[in-house]
């Protein structure tokens, strides 16, 4: 299935299906699937770029992602809207990914803010560089954090969410996803002296 990635933008509240819509993508018929994927994409792609990094493994997980929507579309009930119940598949994919990844060094984690957060005025090459080099380092102590504790931190300190839309889409409780928020703080508050980009995702105070 050829699909593009279109824009960045979250999945619009009028793009969510209706009934008739999510029998037929229920059926697996595939232009209903195309539309899905076509208009949750960016939201999926962004997601996964920040948890994950841009490149290579942010574009194998969206894969791996939709792949894992079209096969549990069967069993999809519509008690949440298609962009949770995604973002829920993304999420699952991730950690699957991240427990069995070795830590590695990624290239280009400046994207984790360019794409997500694009601005109409794009920084001088020196800046961009330091920029690269101070969320490169910063990614590299990401990675190796615990894949729940990593994720639960991510998803608060860089995508925003609250701590009970993370204990949705980690099917944990907000107690635990608290907790993982704080271990994955205490883990990286060693490195955060050295690195602005740690420093400010970790400005966010835990509710």
């Not at 619009?12 to 994409?41: H, K, P, Y």
């Not at 194998?60 to 809207?81: H, K, N, Q, W, Y």
Request: aromatic share 4%; with cysteine; hydrophobic share 45%.
């Amino acid at each position: 299935m050829a699909l593009e990635l279109v824009g960045l933008a979250r999945l619009s509240r009028t793009a969510e299906l209706n009934s008739e819509a999510i029998d037929a993508c229920r059926r697996g018929e595939r232009q209903a699937l195309d539309d899905v994927f076509r208009a949750a994409m960016p939201a999926l792609h962004r997601l996964l770029v920040r948890l994950a990094g841009p490149g290579p493994d942010a574009d194998d997980l969206l894969a791996t992602t939709l792949v894992a929507a079209m096969e549990a579309f069967p069993r999809f009930r519509g008690e949440a809207s298609i962009e949770h119940w995604l973002a829920c598949i993304a999420t699952r994919v991730a950690y699957r990914h991240f427990r069995h990844a070795k830590p590695r060094r990624h290239a280009s984690l400046e994207l984790l803010r360019e794409v997500s957060e694009p601005k109409d005025e794009k920084p001088l090459p020196e800046r961009a560089a330091i920029n690269r080099q101070r969320l490169e380092r910063a990614y590299h102590h990401l990675g190796r954090i615990r894949p729940k504790n990593r994720i639960a931190f991510l998803l608060f300190s860089v995508e925003g969410r609250s701590i009970e839309e993370i204990a949705a889409l980690m099917d944990a409780s907000t107690m635990a996803v608290k907790s993982r928020i704080f271990l994955a703080r205490r883990q990286l508050m060693t490195h955060a002296s050295k690195d602005p980009v740690l420093s400010e995702m970790m400005a966010r105070d835990i509710p």
